[in-house]
């Protein structure tokens, strides 16, 4: 299936930003309560000893992202280890959040740019759910300011571009109407358009489906690859897990000093 790059209503700035952190809210909350990213701990484990880093700089973290679910696990298996989320459009309210729950997890209140992070974020740059975002030419980017600052980084998606992902993503409007009640901190806002105006099970949807259609292959993220200026600098790695009827593709790229 050939790659369609359609829009997302989250990737729009005049997108209401309420609307878009109850939206990250709720994947948080998927991806962290259903354990979706558990299969990856020995690569991530692994990948930040290999680089010999403790800090995680988590891009485009939405509500806190995937890597909060990790969080305990991680902290057992590495010493020192600790977390900066980070998002172009950065859902404070559930930063703050997640940083009271963890003494390890801190967040940029700044949108920061995935295609240009300030030089004071050093660390393990992670992606999850979210590389999708960017059309081919600001993925390269992404890729390429990891190597020019001499930062690893790592990118995670839990969907394909298949049939059986989109048909998946069809039915998420009923894991919405499901779960909303117990996502925290409650908000009426988030009952609102969630049941009396079924603003978020749509955009869910439709959002899921773009996600899908826009995720880049195996294939497609090592062309990627041999485009980075200096690419051959580092070490990467690109293949994928297979998670009960899914699968996590994931590209991850370490310096080889």
Not at 35 to 46: Q, R, S, T, Y
Not at 61 to 73: F, H, K, Q, V
Not at 175 to 195: C, D
């Amino acid at each position: 299936m050939k790659r369609i790059h359609l829009f997302e209503f989250e990737d729009q700035s005049w997108f209401p930003s309420f609307i878009r952190d109850y939206m990250t809210d709720f994947l948080q909350f998927m991806a962290n309560k259903t354990g979706l990213f558990n299969p990856i701990l020995p690569v991530m484990e692994e990948m930040m000893k290999t680089s010999k880093t403790d800090s995680i700089i988590d891009i485009c973290s939405g509500a806190g992202g995937a890597i909060i679910g990790l969080n305990n696990d991680l902290k057992k298996r590495i010493p020192n280890f600790n977390v900066t989320l980070t998002d172009f459009y950065p859902n404070i309210a559930a930063f703050e959040s997640v940083k009271k729950q963890f003494d390890n997890i801190d967040y940029e209140s700044q949108p920061i740019d995935a295609r240009k992070l300030p030089s004071h974020l050093k660390g393990f740059r992670t992606q999850f759910l979210s590389f999708h975002h960017f059309k081919p030419n600001d993925a390269l980017l992404i890729l390429q300011n990891a190597v020019d600052s001499e930062n690893p980084i790592a990118i995670f998606e839990a969907q394909e571009r298949s049939f059986a992902s989109i048909l998946g993503m069809l039915l998420s409007p009923i894991s919405v109407l499901l779960v909303t009640p117990f996502i925290r901190p409650f908000k009426i806002g988030r009952i609102i358009f969630t049941y009396l105006i079924p603003i978020v099970p749509l955009l869910i949807c439709w959002d899921g489906m773009v996600s899908s259609l826009r995720t880049y292959s195996i294939e497609e993220m090592n062309e990627l690859i041999l485009k980075v200026k200096n690419h051959e600098k580092y070490n990467w790695q690109v293949s994928k897990i297979k998670v009960g009827t899914g699968k996590i593709l994931y590209l991850i790229g370490i310096p080889k000093n």
